[in-house]
């Protein structure tokens, strides 16, 4: 059996939904108490504790998989134009990972396994599997 592009994720990754597929099927609740959980979790974790800025945890809650699109587009594009002579590109490097991408990654995984637990213990059960046309090997 030959399995297309894309589909070969691991069944238990299907269970980590971000907070918005919950927003866009219907189940807002879900969505906002698990956001605010996440934000409530990550700023302690990152801002109290270990000193990181609230804007990489705001940008890890609220835009989940964009933030580490804006990682990329610094790293492809702006990089180039920051001149290294002066020391300046060495700061900016330093202040992208600490603020904004350990964050992020750190909050890409925590906020969906915050949903997932959120999701369960406000009963939500996701459907069942539809039967596939192809007979078993």
């Given at each position: 059996m030959k399995v297309p592009f894309g589909k070969a994720r691991p069944s238990w990754l299907h269970r980590f939904k971000s907070p918005w597929f919950y927003w866009h099927t219907g189940y807002k609740a879900i969505a906002v108490s698990?956001?605010?959980?996440?934000?409530?979790?990550?700023?302690?974790?990152?801002?109290?504790?270990?000193?990181?800025?609230?804007?990489?945890?705001?940008?890890?809650?609220?835009?989940?998989?964009?933030?580490?699109?804006?990682?990329?587009?610094?790293?492809?594009?702006?990089?180039a134009y920051i001149p290294d002579f002066i020391g300046l590109q060495t700061n900016a490097d330093a202040f992208v990972i600490e603020q904004l991408l350990l964050p992020m990654l750190v909050g890409f995984f925590l906020t969906r396994a915050i949903t997932f637990f959120v999701a369960r213990a406000r009963g939500y059960s996701p459907p069942l599997a539809k039967p596939t046309d192809e007979p078993p090997p």
């Open positions: 698990s956001m605010i959980l996440s934000l409530l979790i990550l700023w302690l974790g990152f801002a109290v504790v270990a000193g990181f800025s609230i804007w990489g945890v705001i940008v890890a809650v609220l835009l989940d998989a964009l933030g580490l699109l804006l990682v990329v587009l610094y790293l492809g594009f702006f990089r």
